[in-house]
């Protein structure tokens, strides 16, 4: 069906506020990614889950962050206590069964912390 | 030093010519390799996927992999001005990790 899809596109928020960046994966796919990139720079990895577990967290950068995937399908980004240098594109990606299986990228939520 | 060095663009070339887009790596646990382009405002879309080395051609585009030198290129023939785009390498092991992109310009 559709591709990966991400909402809100744009997110600007207060220094110091919560947000949830969400995620919907391609039908079917087991596999989900997040990924941060900074203007200029390839994107970084996060977090992936396989089903409803977080397989590989130790791209997060601090307790900030967390994601949850809690019935395999749609995935929430959540950002606690937003810093400015979280400022980013956060992009979700899946995979019909990860390990080295290609990833489709989601067009992204551009974060802005003012 | 980064696992993945990308060359910097950008890079600027008119149309019809061929373009030559580089990465080295350090780990040589990295097995597959892959190419993504990303049009302005828009996710990576994957162009090439490779897992060894020697030449893998897909239209114009040919994806190219030297795993002893470490070192990967991706190939563009006959370059359109729709090709202007940025060109991420990546290569996976337990996750995948990018190359910080090469902004490629084809002018008309």
């Known amino acids: 069906g559709a591709g990966v899809s991400q909402t809100p596109s744009n997110k600007v928020t207060e220094k110091g506020k919560y947000v949830e960046l969400r995620c919907d994966p391609i039908s079917g796919h087991t596999a989900l990614y997040w990924y941060r990139q900074s203007l200029g720079q390839g994107p970084e990895f996060l977090i992936y889950?396989?089903?409803?577990?977080?397989?590989?967290d130790s791209g997060l950068p601090n307790d900030r962050f967390f994601a949850v995937r809690p019935e395999g399908s749609v995935s929430t980004l959540k950002i606690q206590r937003t810093e400015r240098g979280d400022s980013a594109v956060y992009l979700c990606?899946?995979?019909?069964?990860?390990?080295?299986?290609?990833?489709?990228f989601g067009n992204g939520t551009r974060l802005t912390v003012t | 030093q980064k696992e993945v060095e990308q060359d910097p663009g950008p890079l600027s070339v008119p149309e019809g010519a061929i373009v030559s887009l580089n990465c080295t790596y350090s780990n040589s646990a990295f097995q597959y390799f892959m190419w993504y382009r990303q049009y302005s405002r828009k996710g990576p879309e994957l162009l090439m996927y490779?897992?060894?080395?020697g030449n893998k051609e897909d239209g114009r585009f040919t994806a190219q992999v030297d795993k002893s030198s470490k070192y990967i290129s991706l190939f563009i023939r006959d370059s359109q001005p729709s090709d202007s785009a940025t060109y991420l390498c990546?290569?996976?092991?337990?996750?995948?990790?990018f190359g910080t992109g090469t902004r490629l310009q084809v002018f008309p």
């Open positions: 889950f396989q089903g409803t577990g977080a397989a590989d």
């Open positions: 990606a899946s995979s019909q069964g990860g390990g080295s299986s290609p990833l489709h």
């Open positions: 990546a290569m996976f092991t337990d996750k995948l990790i």
């Open positions: 490779t897992y060894s080395s």
